[in-house]
């Protein structure tokens, strides 16, 4: 079975599955993010060569005060250093992808410190969606384009794939959203052009490297055509 060299990930469901267990909505995100680095490190393992996870949209801002605050000082646990040194172990290159500048200073300072670590790292590459938004990528990379100074007649597809925030990657062959929910969720949407689509019922807390090889098998399955 080959693996697909780039899966992209909705992690949903981290609410609904502490609701479900009569636990806080706190102790659903700190389970998700345990599952979040097991499954990276399984992807790994089964040859792929990029994951790009969701891990907080541009809708995410609009949650609660306390329960953004308890997100990012998750999100922060994830550059300390021990996590570093494991990237650093397994060779894996870390970017950050979304509108890091709205994020809190020393939060921006250990995103950037961590991609220049792992700049030249090459077995795996780690991109974690943060304040991400498919339509606001699309739209940073017209701005990009016109601050250029490039003219319209000019401006191709391949020029707009260039400048959105995962320039220089392929796009994913297969992206997996948890939770029931059958959308992409403005995830990656002009990346996601020809990817495979695979929906599962079973929320991200709970969601197992089982559960991913059930994924990739459905995937070797599959005939990919492009359009021809």
Known sequence: MKAPSHIAIIMDGNRRWAKIKKLSVFEGHRKGIKIF?????????????????????????????????????????????KNIKELQNRKVKLNVIGQTERFPKRLQRKIKEVEEITKNNKKFILNIALSYGGRADITESI???????????????????????????????????????????????????????????????????????EALIDYSSRQRRFGK
């Open 37 to 81: 680095e097991e499954i990276a490190k399984h992807c790994q393992k089964r040859g792929v060569k990029i994951l790009t996870v969701f891990a907080f949209s541009t809708e995410n801002w609009n949650r609660s005060k306390k329960e953004i605050d308890f997100l990012l000082k998750l999100f922060l646990k994830i550059f300390y250093e």
């Open 143 to 213: 701005k990009k384009i016109l601050k250029k100074g490039i003219s319209s007649e000019k401006i191709t597809e391949d020029l707009i794939s260039k400048n959105l925030w995962t320039q220089g990657l392929p796009d994913p062959d297969l992206i997996i959203r948890t939770g029931g929910e059958n959308r992409i969720s403005n995830f990656l949407i002009w990346q996601s052009a020809y990817s495979e689509l695979y929906f599962t019922n079973k929320y991200w807390p709970e969601f197992t490297e089982k559960d991913l090889d």
